[in-house]
């Protein structure tokens, strides 16, 4: 792969796959160097991009990667994630608070369809599970996002 070709994956996918680094590890500093180790390995060839195929490719070495890092021992020390986010309105605060507050095979499920914009059955290659799982954890995880903001009462329904 020729410099000029990693420039623009990088322009063009370094922020998403930084953002799903960091609702994976919770951790700015782990999330950086995720963005890194990602781009290493198309640089060292571990992995061939197919023309179109970008997004998913970048999307599922990401993902690898983080579960990785969420194996390694040393991970049982981290810091909260809200202290380095600035929240313009309490809601958000809040709201970001419920969705890091779901167990990460929920909070994957909601980061990647909603904020990534992925069906369910590309989640569903992605983390290897059916695209009913996907579906029933969606759905999992709204319920429990609802019950968790009104008990708060924050206005939501």
Not at 59 to 65: C, L, M, V
Request: charged letters at 30%; proline letters at 2%; aromatic letters at 12%.
């Amino acid at each position: 792969m020729q410099d000029s070709e990693l420039l623009y994956l990088f322009d063009k996918y370094a922020n998403m796959v930084y953002r799903l680094a960091l609702s994976y590890l919770r951790n700015t500093h782990d999330a950086e160097d995720t963005v890194q180790a990602v781009f290493i390995k198309l640089i060292e060839g571990k992995a061939q991009i197919v023309p179109g195929k970008e997004r998913a490719l970048l999307t599922q070495i990401t993902i690898n990667h983080c579960k990785d890092q969420l194996r390694l021992f040393w991970r049982r020390r981290t810091e909260q994630l809200e202290d380095h986010i600035e929240f313009v309105e309490k809601e958000d605060k809040e709201l970001f608070r419920a969705v890091m507050s779901l167990p990460e095979k929920y909070r994957i499920v909601v980061y990647l369809h909603y904020y990534e914009g992925y069906s369910f059955s590309e989640i569903s290659s992605f983390l290897g599970i059916s695209p009913s799982a996907v579906s029933m954890r969606l759905h999992r995880s709204r319920n429990s996002l609802k019950s968790k903001l009104k008990e708060e009462d924050y206005g939501y329904a």
